[in-house]
């Protein structure tokens, strides 16, 4: 099991690369809390190499950290976005440009 | 063993690409769950298996469950589909790619030309994590704790949907 630590950290840029890719170019506010979910991954996977490499457990310890955050995260974004579905039905984050502009929301 | 890692990168690493360019909400996800898998793998290669079992119950198991249950709700059928065409203009991808792609390979000559050594993995086993979990960091598992209770009450409030009052004094309230 001879993995430089290179190669992991660069596995994880990678995939934090996508994830911030992901969140540019979408507009669907689902794919975009999906990718928020990949840079967190690539984050914690990132803390997980490091920790192996310095034969600690300090990295595993954060990797949980970052799932726990993860998980209140997802929670209230999903919520926002069924409050968000059940007002404009659509999931294009450009409806929810105004903040109280009830007529423009209400012709479009 | 090392061309496990790679395998498992590489799907990783393919099942994320296909995930942001996907249009079908189900598909994206089946896609990104298959992706947190191949990075299980990587972290039981590594010598984390406590966490590649966190990574496999919690995030695929518990997290994307949360997921599917709400794309569900929302029904957004084939309908959703054509309106994803309609949103997703492949245009877009461009500019945003060039430039993550330009600090990605920053990143890479960085990493490329830094002379470190190749360390062998030792596994650390699941109670050296939860000594340290119950020792060192027990101030910030109470943090994580309120962060969590933060996210049940948030969520309970956003989803719950608007009362309709029926007294004829408190109509005014249904607005």
Redesign the interface.
Same mark, same amino acid.
């Given at each position: #099991? @001879? &993995?430089?630590? @290179?190669?992991?950290? %660069?596995?994880a840029?990678? %995939?934090f690369?996508?994830?911030?890719?992901?969140l540019?170019?979408?507009? /669907?506010i689902?794919?975009m809390?999906?990718?928020v979910?990949?840079m967190l @991954?690539a984050a914690g996977?990132a803390f &997980?190499?490091a920790?192996?490499?310095w034969?600690?457990? /300090?990295?595993?310890?954060m990797?949980?950290?970052i799932?726990?955050?993860?998980?209140?995260?997802?929670?209230?974004g999903?919520? %926002?976005?069924?409050?968000m579905? #059940?007002k404009f039905k659509?999931? /294009?984050t450009n409806m929810a440009s105004t903040m109280n502009e009830q007529k423009k929301i209400s012709n479009t | 063993m090392t061309i496990l890692f790679y395998i498992a990168s590489f799907f990783a690493i393919i099942a994320t690409i296909k995930m942001i360019i996907g249009t079908n909400a189900i598909h994206a996800l089946l896609y990104l769950i298959t992706s947190l898998l191949s990075v299980s793998v990587v972290f039981f290669i590594l010598g984390a298996p406590f966490v590649a079992a966190l990574e496999v119950i919690i995030y695929a198991g518990a997290i994307m469950v949360l997921f599917v249950f709400v794309i569900m709700m929302l029904n957004l059928g084939k309908e959703g589909v054509k309106e994803e065409h309609e949103l997703f203009n492949k245009k877009v991808l461009i500019g945003p790619s060039i430039i993550s792609l330009a600090l990605l390979f920053e990143m890479i000559y960085i990493l490329m030309h830094q002379s470190m050594l190749p360390v062998t993995f030792n596994e650390i086993p699941p109670d050296a994590v939860g000594k340290l979990l119950f020792t060192k960091y027990i101030l910030v598992i109470e943090l994580a704790a309120f962060l969590l209770i933060s996210g049940i009450i948030g969520a309970y409030h956003l989803g719950e949907k608007g009362k309709v009052v029926h007294h004829r004094f408190l109509q005014k309230e249904n607005l």
């Open positions: #099991m @001879n &993995i430089p630590v @290179n190669q992991g950290i %660069l596995l840029a990678i %995939l690369c996508i994830g911030l890719v992901g540019l170019v979408r507009r /669907d689902i794919f809390l999906m990718s979910e990949v @991954n996977l &997980i190499v920790g192996s490499a034969g600690q457990a /300090d990295g595993q310890v990797f949980i950290f799932l726990a955050m993860a998980a209140a995260e997802v929670s209230v999903l919520a %926002l976005i069924i409050q579905f #059940m659509s999931v /294009d | -």
